[in-house]
């Protein structure tokens, strides 16, 4: 796929604390009724869904949820590459990343789910093969393990240590459970070699105890 496959408008699934990042893999559970409409009709046409993340200062109504809350700038161009109907009428979708777009309006509501124009051509290198990458794994992985061990994370450390450099830094942010900011700014990430430091820091800062330089006073 090229930039000029890319739609000028498509149809938005946000949901918080969720990342899509270009070549990852979201698995998704689709039951509302409003995004099996998206998803029927993203199936009738380019199989494109656009995943963003509301943005954190969201106001919620009386009942506790914002049916339309203000969105960040940037998300993620999704293509469905699996889908299961379930008997119920719901589905279990995977999508696989493609590109990041820039949200430049919302067009209104189709069948319930929000709709936008988009500018995917900031981010033409998401759809290239990915440069040379620095990071130091070790120190990396280092920090992952305090940060699992901290939350009581269960891993499957053998099949993150097979993992290649890219796919590392491409399922180690989709998975960590950090923050919507957070998540935004991984997928902000001007490239790989960004997102590595942003995510060590990320992971450093998560796997610290607050009380670590307390039992260790300065002399």
Known sequence: MTLADMPAELGLFPLREVLLLPRGKLPLNVFEPRYIALLEDALAGTRLIGMIQPRDDTMEDEDGEDQFPPLYDIGAVGRITSLTERADGTYAVTLTGLARFRLLRETGLHRG??????????????????????FDRSRMLTALRRYCSMRGFGTRWNVIDQMDDETLLITLPMICPFPAAEKQALLESASLNDRARTLQTLLELAGHEPDDDASHPPV
């Open 113 to 134: 789910y929000r709709r936008a124009r988009i500018d995917a051509s900031s981010f033409a290198s998401d759809l290239t093969d990915s440069a040379d990458l620095y």
